[in-house]
């Protein structure tokens, strides 16, 4: 259920070798750092809209789209044919595959995002990998920190797995879909295909192909 090939099309990267090795997948998000270090030379093969900031370690492939006022602070590999939108902010650290887009306002950190993803509308996400066409909902958060003191921890079928990780987001498998304004909170593993519904708040393993309703009350009265 963990292992990076059970979530992850691994043929959907360019950067497998985070994974070699790797029992859980997450043990691939400590390796994005020095992976970049050895692997980005900075070069800018894609087009600019306007007026954006790159920083000096940042990799941008070919037909990838920069809009105005985006902020890319690498290092970073960002994939061919890329839409990066208006205000969007990537900070350190921060590869993206092919033909993904980051849209306004989002903002991405320790992040790996394979092929075809979409963080289009007011969404964070931190020490979080997105597997091959997963897509996250306007005003999706994907949280990375607990709130209490400690590091995140993942509970399924009645087994605790310690991450050994302070700040862990989540794991989208691929074609994986958050609803509008959903909350992964730390730990979140998301199967390929699952679904989080909107405005849900989610912490834990939803397996592959389930689906994570929120089931509301609502109440209708005539105007006063």
């Known amino acids: 259920m963990f292992r990076p090939q059970d979530l992850f099309d691994l043929g959907q990267t360019a950067h497998a070798a985070l994974f070699e090795g790797c029992e859980f997948a997450w043990q691939a998000l400590p390796r994005i750092k020095s992976y970049l ?38 290092p970073a590999i960002i994939g061919s044919h ?14 993206l595959g092919d033909g993904c887009v980051v849209g306004n306002a989002s903002e991405l950190k320790n992040a790996l995002l394979f092929n075809e993803c979409q963080v289009p509308h007011f969404n964070y996400v931190g020490d979080s990998i997105l597997g091959h066409r997963a897509h996250l909902g306007a005003g999706v958060k994907i949280s990375n920190v607990k709130l209490l003191p400690g590091q995140v921890s993942v509970e ?10 302070r700040k862990f987001g989540a794991l989208l498998g691929d074609r994986a879909e958050v609803g509008c304004n959903a909350v992964l909170n730390p730990g979140t593993i998301l199967g390929r295909g699952a679904v989080v519904y909107a405005n849900l708040a989610w912490r ?13 009350s609502v109440e209708i009265s005539g105007r006063r």
Do not use: S
């Open 156 to 165: 399924y079928e009645g087994r605790r797995y310690d991450t050994g990780l």
């Open 82 to 95: 890329c839409e990066i939108r208006h205000n969007a902010y990537l900070r350190e650290d921060v590869i």
């Open 204 to 216: 834990g393993v939803l397996p592959e192909g389930r689906v994570a309703k929120l089931r509301q």
């Open 37 to 74: 270090a050895t692997h980005c030379r900075p070069a800018f093969h894609g087009r600019l809209l306007g007026r954006a900031w790159l920083g000096e370690l940042v990799w941008v492939g070919e037909g990838t789209v920069i809009e105005e006022g985006a902020m890319i602070k690498g």
